[in-house]
């Protein structure tokens, strides 16, 4: 099992910025990336980023291109979101999750924490 914990979120005006931060602990070498999803009310779950413990090129959603990076601490099991010139838009709850290799799926789930940006 591997255990995810996501902080970081809040409220923030438009243009603001904040990061988001997951901390796996558990068996963390039974997985190959963590990737962040949001969703918002009403909308299906999206993928925003991820990375690989490996280290290679992250994945960032167009829709977050030149305004989120992703970035990894590998002795801390900690994977980080910043989040730069936050718009309305990007209001939802924050998921961080683990991709097995064993079974290609995110298998593994944080409670999610929530971004509001205010207009």
């Known amino acids: 099992q591997v255990q995810l914990v996501e902080s970081g979120g809040g409220l923030v005006q438009a243009g603001g910025s904040l990061r988001l931060s997951c901390a796996a602990s558990g068996r963390t070498f039974s997985v190959r990336a963590l990737g962040w999803f949001r969703q918002a009310p009403g909308k299906e779950r999206e993928i925003v980023a991820r990375i690989t413990w490996s280290g290679g090129s992250p994945y960032l959603a167009d829709s977050v291109k030149g305004r989120f990076t992703i970035s990894k601490d590998n002795a801390n099991n900690t994977v980080y979101l910043q989040m730069n010139s936050l718009q309305p838009e990007d209001t939802a709850t924050y998921y961080c999750?683990?991709?097995?290799?064993?079974?290609?799926?995110?298998?593994?789930w944080g409670q999610g924490t929530q971004v509001t940006v205010s207009s």
């Open positions: 999750a683990a991709l097995r290799p064993m079974t290609g799926r995110y298998d593994y």
